[in-house]
């Protein structure tokens, strides 16, 4: 079984709907990430949470929210999207407890098209 | 400018050639470097992670940081169809990765 379990794996959707991406770990690691990823641009961070009780804005956030329902739990919802969200989304964890610099461990990924 | 560049490629190779991959970075700050593997359809795969400038190996993948010209590289011995894949570099700065766009890699049979 995967580590870090991202649903669904594909969703088409159209405009203005509200839609949710899950992300769920068993690694028992504290930090999450959602990226997302397009052509030529790589991974641009969305949002992270280093706890429960911790959540931080990335470098696109905008048009997007989180909830981190457990330490094993991410969500990632849009809220009306929008043809631009269309791309491959992933969720990914980390675990300071052996120092900060930690890599991150990524899910299979979400790919979300808008219409 | 961006934080971290890759040529993105694509790059074709015969098999067992000696493949030699690529990043330049700006932010001297970066202390902390990663090479990830992705094939089609799937996330990132961690490959190597190194601290320090100079190099590193694992089996047939050898990972090169020169702080000083702030470029990395990761080198793939005696190429093999199964390496086909796109590969990411990535930083560590404060909180935050930095990965780069990614170089596709082909390895013909």
């Known amino acids: 079984d995967a580590d870090v379990t991202q649903t669904p794996r594909n969703r088409i959707t159209k405009t203005g709907k509200r839609i949710m991406l899950e992300c769920s770990q068993t690694?028992?690691?504290?930090?999450m990430y959602w990226y997302r990823q397009d052509p030529g641009l790589g991974l641009r961070l969305i949002y992270y949470?280093?706890?429960?009780?911790?959540?931080n804005k990335g470098e696109i956030s905008d048009g997007y929210s989180v909830s981190r329902q457990a330490q094993a739990k991410f969500s990632l919802s849009l809220e009306s999207a929008i043809p631009n969200q269309t791309a491959l989304y992933f969720c990914?964890?980390?675990?300071?407890?052996?120092?900060?610099?930690?890599?991150?461990?990524f899910g299979d990924g979400t790919r979300l098209s808008i219409l | 400018q961006k934080e971290v560049e890759q040529d993105p490629g694509p790059l074709s190779v015969p098999e067992g050639a000696i493949v030699s991959l690529n990043c330049t970075y700006s932010?001297?700050?970066?202390?902390?470097f990663m090479w990830y593997r992705q094939y089609s359809r799937k996330g990132p795969e961690l490959l190597m992670y190194?601290?320090?400038?100079g190099n590193k190996e694992d089996g047939r993948f050898t990972a090169q940081v020169d702080k000083s010209s702030k470029y990395i590289s990761l080198f793939i011995r005696d190429s093999q169809p199964s390496d086909s894949a796109t590969y990411l570099c990535?930083?560590?700065?404060?909180?935050?990765?930095?990965f780069g766009s990614g170089t596709k890699l082909n390895v013909k049979p």
């Open positions: 990914a964890t980390s675990d300071p407890s052996g120092g900060e610099n930690q890599p991150q461990h």
């Open positions: 690694k028992g690691h504290d930090r």
């Open positions: 949470s280093f706890d429960v009780k911790d959540i």
């Open positions: 932010n001297s700050a970066f202390q902390y």
């Open positions: 190194t601290y320090s400038s």
């Open positions: 990535a930083m560590k700065g404060f909180n935050k990765f930095y």
